[in-house]
């Protein structure tokens, strides 16, 4: 069973396209029976993840520090609601731009696009540029954060993963089904692959944003 596709789907008669009902009817399919449509995704996602911060290790390593950084889950002061506020509020932002290509890709392959060759090639781009900054980014972070503990990139990077691979996981979810879609050519079912990937990653993130201030700190 194709788990881009729920079992009661049928794919679109020929000629015809997907549209705002097709979108709701799919979503509706896969919200019955959502385990099957999402393991695969969440696979692929998390292949994304580990890919983005073995790169920030690679990074961290070559780059070294670029100064004194104390995260929030090594503050001896500890963290705080706060805190969780705002890592979520900045995760949320990455994931929410990762729908967005999935949707944009959605809009820019509906018949009779105009230029969608460019609009497609600047959403590609786009969402390379997202994933270089952010392994650029994370990279410098743990850098810093780990010659500030007195700890090896990757020694620091492992004791995060108690975070960072579920976090990343759910961040990159809609990036994934995106890709997995793209590949079966299944762009009709775009929209409705970023609001089920969404709806699943945002309690997720919110979780991994409580788990790196308050629990981060004891596998340290």
Known sequence: MDGTRSWAREALPAGTYAGGA??????????ERPLPVLV?????????????????????????????YMPVFADPGGGDVADVVRIAMRNGVVLALQALVC???YICTRPGERGRGWALAVVVGLSGYSL??????????????????????ADLALRLSVHAVPELTALYLPLAACLALVRR?????LAAAAALTTAVAAPIVVLC????????????
């Open 22 to 31: 097709w979108t709701r009817a799919i979503f509706a399919a896969w919200a």
């Open 40 to 68: 695969p995704w969440a696979a692929g996602s998390l292949l994304i993840g580990l890919a983005l911060l073995g790169g920030a290790v690679l990074i961290a390593i070559h780059a070294g520090p670029s100064g004194a």
């Open 103 to 105: 949707v944009a890709i």
């Open 132 to 153: 270089g900054s952010q392994v650029w980014r994370l990279g410098h972070d743990l850098a810093s954060a780990a010659h500030t503990l007195g700890l090896a990139p």
């Open 185 to 189: 050519r299944r762009t009709d079912d």
């Open 209 to 220: 944003a409580y788990v790196e201030v308050f629990l981060t700190r004891y596998a340290l």
